[in-house]
């Protein structure tokens, strides 16, 4: 049986904490030998800077080698779907492509974003499960429906300012942005803050920006294992009232999918979602954070991302920390 890292929900707590644990110490102590002789692909469907640092960086400072491939760009074009007559524009299936590289590397990493065009669809995640089910090596999400990687980073900065998480109120907040964004942050915010034990409130301008039923039912489901609380609401006072830690991300509304002119109308009327001093000064003296990147003055004032309270870049950094823990574990080594 292969171990992949395609969503913490397939991972226990323990072996989480033990990975954010094996961070702590990489931070204190970056370089090792320890994948000598290990390589990663990297396969981005989509553009970073964060991710694609991260991993690269931190293979290097393992000892390994990491290749970085973009298909449709630099690599050919992938087809992804079973049975299909391969007349468009990829020249190879997943299938090949899987098998040739788990025959060079060690590991397989892939980003692939949902295609915006039919959340049905976009929802069963099949581009990484078509990867997994046909690789022979662990296979990494770089951020598909969901961000996991996030999620690690997310979780240690937490716990940073923390100590405790248990019962500590989590905010996560929907903000606006001029386009409608993937929801695989803020379902990975969800799944992890509750994973841990938080209270988690999540706040979005109407039921419209609800996410994913699996994503609501699956924190709700883990609060309550922890005896925590899971909250919906749309009042923004309510929601930063007594937070402990404050959460931003957009998200396209999921009724609206595919539809970007009639989400726009239903998005416009809600700038006033932006996270600002006013709204911070409710909270019990939270932190703030988001993944980046982070139009300011869209998602966020100046005031927020320049306070002392905005973790934002201690989460980047640990996103470098996280995953080299994660690739030394799906190595088997241990520190
Ligand atoms: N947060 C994050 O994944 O950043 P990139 O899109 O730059 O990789």
């Given at each position: 049986?292969?171990?992949?890292f395609?969503?913490?929900e397939?991972?226990p707590q ?34 970073s ?12 400072q393992?000892?390994g ?9 630099d ?12 007349d468009?524009d ?20 892939i ?26 090596v ?5 951020e ?11 979780m ?7 100590k ?9 907040t929907?903000?606006?942005h001029p386009?409608?964004?993937n929801?695989?942050?803020?379902n ?12 988690v ?10 996410l994913?039923?699996?994503?609501l039912?699956?924190?709700?489901a883990?609060?309550?294992a922890?005896?925590?609380t ?15 830690y404050?959460y ?13 002119t ?8 809600n700038?006033h ?12 003296n939270?932190?703030f954070s988001?993944c ?10 100046d ?11 201690e ?9 080299k ?6 190595m088997?080594q241990?520190?």
């Amino acid at each position: 049986m292969i171990k992949h890292f395609l969503s913490t929900e397939d991972w226990p707590q323990g072996d989480l904490e033990d990975l954010l644990t094996d961070a702590g110490y990489l931070k204190a102590n970056p370089i090792h030998n320890h994948l000598q002789g290990k390589s990663i692909a990297l396969l981005f469907l989509n553009p970073s800077m964060r991710t694609r640092t991260s991993f690269e960086l931190g293979m290097q400072q393992l000892g390994g080698t990491a290749i970085v491939l973009q298909p449709g760009q630099d690599a050919w074009g992938i087809e992804f779907e079973p049975g299909v007559v391969m007349d468009g524009d990829a020249e190879e299936h997943i299938k090949e492509v899987a098998g040739v590289l788990s025959s060079y590397v060690d590991m397989i990493a892939i980003r692939a974003f949902p295609e915006f065009k039919d959340w049905s669809q976009d929802r069963l995640d099949h581009k990484i499960k078509g990867l997994a089910a046909h690789a022979t090596v662990p296979v990494i999400n770089m951020e598909t429906i969901v961000h996991p990687c996030q999620e690690l980073a997310l979780m240690m900065t937490i716990k940073n300012h923390l100590k405790t998480v248990h019962r500590k109120k989590f905010l996560l907040t929907w903000t606006y942005h001029p386009k409608p964004l993937n929801t695989a942050v803020a379902n990975s915010g969800l799944l992890i803050a509750s994973k841990f034990g938080m209270d988690v409130t999540l706040l979005c301008p109407n039921e419209h920006y609800l996410l994913d039923d699996h994503y609501l039912k699956a924190a709700q489901a883990q609060c309550a294992a922890h005896g925590a609380t899971f909250t919906v609401t749309h009042d923004i006072k309510a929601a930063y009232q007594g937070a402990d830690y404050v959460y931003a991300k957009s998200w396209g509304a999921l009724p609206f999918y595919g539809d970007p002119t009639a989400e726009l109308a239903e998005r416009e009327p809600n700038k006033h979602f932006m996270v600002d001093g006013a709204k911070m000064a409710l909270t019990n003296n939270a932190r703030f954070s988001h993944c980046l990147p982070l139009r300011r003055n869209i998602k966020a004032t100046d005031e927020v991302m320049d306070a002392d309270y905005c973790v934002a870049l201690e989460e980047a950094e640990n996103r470098l920390h996280v995953q080299k823990a994660l690739m030394l574990n799906l190595m088997n080594q241990s520190l």
